[in-house]
């Protein structure tokens, strides 16, 4: 299943209740504020209260977030290269996807492209929990749900993003975020649909896991530490007619080489995902 000359790590951890299918959330969020997000909701804020907040949030984040994360999660970056090699391409307004293995690990995508202020899009119950005023100042996007009207105009600034802005959209195409867990979960088809609509490239990026040293583990308590994988921009095939076979052709390479990158060479998961059920490949004590 690994690629053993990647020093791959399983953390396999019994820790947290994975759901039993693999696009469900776990966490339960404690609403604390009340933004409805509807055709009203400002999906993208370009007030210049917003933008006078966002910018001393990204100082915060520069001075002590950044810092810290590195330290603690002990954070490394394989093909950071890639990102250098492909400017010309990324100046242009990208989208980028990856694994979703922690709360936050947005913020280790910030940090690896540190001259780009990215957005995300992210579970729409977030924006009013205990950390949803954050998550706005850093680019989060709620994705709103059943409302036509709410989606339009969600589409609009996504479009405005990538395409007149020239901004980076990152998405996390496997629908929630399972922490620590090893295996690449089945994509959902939204990624791959905005690139075909925007005719934008999308960078494939995977979080993988090391072993944590014995301080970590036993006095830090740590599951493992977390290498962040870039990897080159994949494009659409332009040479396939059919809107919907090109969907699932770019979601099956994405998702595959996300797996490469993060040193899986067989997959326990399928590319696509399709009410896919989570595969207990070990025992879950919590299950």
């Not at 020093?7 to 933004?35: G, L, S």
């Not at 090391?210 to 921009?233: C, E, H, M, Y």
């Amino acid at each position: 299943m690994y690629n053993n000359c990647c020093m791959y790590f399983d953390p396999q951890t019994t820790k947290y209740p994975y759901p039993e299918f693999t696009d469900e959330h776990y966490i339960n969020v404690i609403e604390k504020t009340h933004h409805v997000v509807d055709e009203n909701y400002p999906y993208i804020d370009n007030s210049k209260s917003f933008r006078f907040k966002r910018f001393w949030v990204r100082f915060l984040l520069n001075v002590i977030v950044f810092p810290v994360a590195k330290i603690w999660y002990g954070l490394k970056v394989k093909g950071k290269k890639n990102l250098k090699n492909h400017k010309d391409i990324i100046k242009n307004g990208v989208i980028s996807v990856s694994n979703h293995i922690a709360f936050w690990d947005y913020i280790f995508l910030m940090r690896t492209i540190n001259h780009i202020r990215p957005n995300v899009l992210v579970w729409a119950p977030n924006i009013n929990g205990p950390s949803g005023g954050v998550m706005k100042l850093v680019g989060g996007i709620p994705i709103p749900e059943n409302n036509l009207k709410a989606t339009m105009k969600y589409y609009s600034a996504i479009d405005k993003l990538v395409n007149v802005d020239h901004g980076w959209l990152h998405i996390y195409p496997e629908g929630s975020m399972w922490e620590y867990y090893a295996p690449i979960r089945p994509f959902k088809r939204g990624s791959s649909f905005f690139a075909i609509q925007f005719n934008k490239p999308i960078i494939p990026i995977a979080y993988s896991y090391r072993k944590p040293s014995w301080f970590r583990k036993k006095i830090l308590k740590q599951i493992a530490t977390i290498t962040i994988n870039v990897g080159d921009p994949i494009f659409p095939n332009s040479n396939i007619i059919d809107k919907n076979e090109r969907e699932l052709d770019l979601t099956n390479r994405v998702h595959k080489k996300v797996c490469e990158l993060a040193g899986i060479e067989n997959n326990i998961y399928p590319s696509i995902f399709d009410h896919s059920k989570r595969v207990d490949y070990y025992p879950l004590k919590n299950k």
